[in-house]
């Protein structure tokens, strides 16, 4: 699986902020390292699909989804609220209407992973369970 590594400035900067507010129906992602043992926290947005809550990688194999596909479940924090939950990855043939809910939704944000990165096995989708 492809890799893009977000800007400096996204992860330096941006990620920090996302994570702080929240804004347009973002969340934070806390999930156990799978060589540290430490909670890693990063930004995400939950799409809904179908009635049932995803979560898409738009960088591609990140260490996020290496944490998750390895512990099998996080906590997602919006709003002061905790929730955690169980992770199913998505089959790459069953996350195309996930990744086209999830580009409506996080905008031209994300429209440079897509474009460098067009093929859905290279974007891992989780359900949230």
């Avoid at 179908?50 to 990688?57: A, F, M």
């Avoid at 609220?81 to 169980?86: I, K, L, R, S, V």
Wanted: glycine letters at 10%; a positive charge; one cysteine or more.
């Amino acid at each position: 699986m492809a890799y893009l590594k977000p800007p400096a400035f996204t992860r330096r900067l941006a990620n920090p902020v996302a994570m702080r507010l929240n804004a347009h129906g973002g969340a934070t992602l806390t999930v156990i390292g799978r060589r540290t043992g430490e909670q890693q926290r990063v930004p995400v947005i939950p799409v809904e699909v179908g009635g049932s809550r995803y979560l898409v990688s738009p960088y591609g194999e990140s260490e996020w989804v290496r944490n998750l596909r390895a512990a099998g479940k996080g906590e997602l924090n919006r709003k002061g609220q905790t929730e955690a939950f169980d992770a199913i990855e998505v089959p790459v043939d069953e996350r195309g209407p996930v990744i086209a809910r999830y580009r409506e939704v996080a905008g031209r944000v994300v429209s440079p992973c897509f474009t460098k990165l067009p093929d859905a096995r290279d974007h891992p989708v989780f359900q949230v369970v």
